[in-house]
Each structure stands twice: as structure tokens, then as C-alpha cells.
């Protein structure tokens, strides 16, 4: 864990570091329930966050209001073109990352 003093909130999970943590897809944790909103913000993880949420955010294609490291910009956009997510507001609030408020188009 890479933790930050001065910013509690950026703390970090690194992958080979420390001890073994088990980590459950979304979609196992929340496969019966419907969401009209989902917050991300996971340091630099989005993208693996996404994936885990892919038939949640299928299912009930919420608001998703998500943090995104510039270096996964590339892929997120990607990703929310692919299922027709658009963003409502885009903002940066420190450097090396944007914060965006996307909204769903009509269900694929």
C-alpha cells in the first residue's frame, strides 16, 4: 500500500506488494441490485473497476461519475464510446487526473 500523508484519499493498492488481497468483481457483489448511480474513484484502477462492472452497467446503465488517472484517459473514453456513455461535465481538480459525470445514450 503506497499511502500518501498529506492526502489519505490517494492512498494506493499496489499489485505485488505487501500481502495477498482477495477482490470480487462488482458483478459478484451486486448482481441483483439496480443503480442509477455509480461513483469510481480507485487511484489509477478504473479500468479494472469497469470490467468488473460490465453487466451491472449493462444492466441497469446508470450515471457514472468517475475519477480517471490521464494515463487510463485514452482507454475510458474508449470505453464509454463503445457503450454509448457521453460525458454531462468533465473537470480537473489536480493534476493527473480528470473528474466526469457521464451519462448513458439509449441502450444498445
Known sequence: MKRRDRN???????????????????DVLFAEDRFDLIKIDVEGMEMEVLAGLEPTVARCRPLIFIKVEDANAGAFRAWAAERGYTPVCDKRHYGGNMNFLMKPGAAS
Not at 499496489?14 to 495477498?20: E, F, I, P, S, Y
Request: no cysteine.
Open 8 to 26: 489519505l484519499g490517494g492512498t494506493k493498492m499496489l499489485r505485488g506488494k505487501g500481502a495477498d488481497l482477495q477482490v470480487d468483481a462488482g
